[in-house]
């Protein structure tokens, strides 16, 4: 089983900046993959950022390419979602999770068994 616990989240302005970070702990053999998702009211869950637990292989949704960066230190067991430049269309609660997933499908919320309680971002104009 994995633990995750985000932090970060807040309000900001329009071209402003946020730094998500996730805590995670514990270890399923099945995983491979850990990934950012948000869910904005009305909506569904959409994958934001994900890379194998390596982090090796990042992909983004094209909504945020170039805007977010994934990054990971094992070290102190942390993962990072560094965003810049947000628009208000960010505004959402986010997810960190680890999961199953391989190439594309990384960005599938369906992929991911262990999520974290999420952490509110909210952007204004």
């Known amino acids: 089983q994995v633990q995750l616990l985000e932090s970060g989240g807040g309000s900001v302005q329009a071209g402003g900046s946020l730094r998500l970070s996730c805590a995670h702990s514990?270890?399923?053999?099945?995983?491979?993959?850990m990934g950012w998702f948000r869910e904005a009211p009305g909506k569904e869950r959409e994958g934001v950022a994900a890379?194998?637990?390596?982090?090796?292989?990042?992909i983004y949704a094209d909504s945020v390419k170039g805007r977010f960066t994934i990054s990971l230190d094992n070290a102190k067991k942390m993962m990072y979602l560094e965003m810049n430049s947000l628009k208000p269309e960010d505004t959402a609660l986010y997810y960190c999770a680890a999961g199953t997933a391989y190439g594309d499908r990384r960005l599938d919320s369906s992929q991911y068994f262990n999520w974290g309680q999420g952490t509110q971002v909210t952007v204004s104009s």
């Open positions: 890379f194998y637990q390596n982090g090796n292989s990042p």
């Open positions: 514990g270890y399923t053999y099945t995983m491979n993959s």
